[in-house]
């Protein structure tokens, strides 16, 4: 598996600094996500990590990677670290049992959250993880719940997806202004077709992978905001294929519903577009 330089020299400088402030603290260290899908985009991508610890951090070690964290970060040539922290034994009995720990955000540590504790990172753990440190993931029996990640895809388009659309829909909210942004196109289109394709093959698939998923699944009339958000992934200063950002935000809406509906049509056996 291959791994881009840059994503590596960070989880190699994150592993040094740690070991150095927290000695044996982490055992382990996989890379998910763009990083280890062969996606990662040196404009958009985080490294996304999972750092499996002998045990709970107590109050000292997390001030000690804290300080480790805001190092890193600070560091202009390095993307931002964006992960948790958990132990084999949460490897194991899965996101749905764990309790919260400490998580990275934006480069920084916050003591404890759900924050990426959730079945699709278990998924990409099984499937996809680059090993930095430690066993292959395949042999730490790390959880695996099909149903249970469907359950969960199911309640982030209740939770998540549903209310941005319709904030996003209102012509004078945040979410209306950031939806004419090209980081919120990129990740709000390439987001719908990954969800799709998750929830129809039980895999997680990269950003790009998703995209060109959803080139084959989605009608025609769709493909402009798929190809912009790709355009944007791939290659971010080049010129737009919309004349207006109002157009664009438009297409983005319609699609945002059109995967919506589709998903839950999927899930309820219902007609899919």
């Not at 992960?83 to 540590?109: C, K």
């Not at 430690?134 to 719940?145: E, F, I, M, S």
């Not at 995967?259 to 577009?273: C, F, K, R």
Request: hydrophobic residues 45%.
């Amino acid at each position: 598996m291959t791994v881009h330089l840059l994503a590596r020299r960070t989880a190699e400088a994150h592993l040094a600094m740690a070991d150095a402030a927290t000695p044996d603290l982490i055992e382990a260290l996989y890379l998910i996500g763009s990083a280890a899908m062969n996606d990662f985009r040196l404009s958009l991508s985080n490294v996304d990590f999972v750092a499996v610890v002998r045990g709970r951090p107590d109050q000292s070690t997390l001030t000690a990677l804290s300080e480790v964290h805001a190092r890193l970060s600070d560091d202009p040539s390095l993307p931002d670290l964006d992960g948790i922290y958990v132990t084999w034994d949460e490897l194991r009995v899965g996101p749905l049992v764990a309790p919260d720990g400490p998580f990275v955000r934006h480069g920084r540590l916050h003591v404890t959250g759900c924050h990426e504790r959730h079945p699709a990172t278990w998924n990409m753990l099984n499937a996809h993880a680059a090993t930095v440190r430690g066993p292959l993931c395949a042999g730490t029996l790390v959880w695996r719940d099909p149903a249970e990640l469907e359950a969960w895809l199911l309640t982030t388009i209740e939770t998540l997806w549903c209310p941005w659309l319709e904030e996003a829909s209102k012509g004078h909210s945040a979410a209306s202004a950031a939806a004419l942004e090209k980081d919120t196109v990129e990740r709000v289109a390439l987001g719908m077709c990954r969800l799709h394709y998750t929830l129809a093959t039980g895999s997680v698939p990269s950003k790009s992978d998703a995209g060109l998923y959803g080139l084959i699944t989605f009608p025609r009339k769709w493909h402009p905001i798929i190809d912009e958000a790709l355009r944007i992934r791939r290659e971010p200063d080049a010129p737009s294929f919309y004349v207006s950002r109002n157009m664009r935000r438009s297409e983005l809406l319609g699609f945002v519903h059109t995967v919506l509906v589709d998903a839950l049509a999927m899930h309820s056996g219902g007609p899919q577009t």
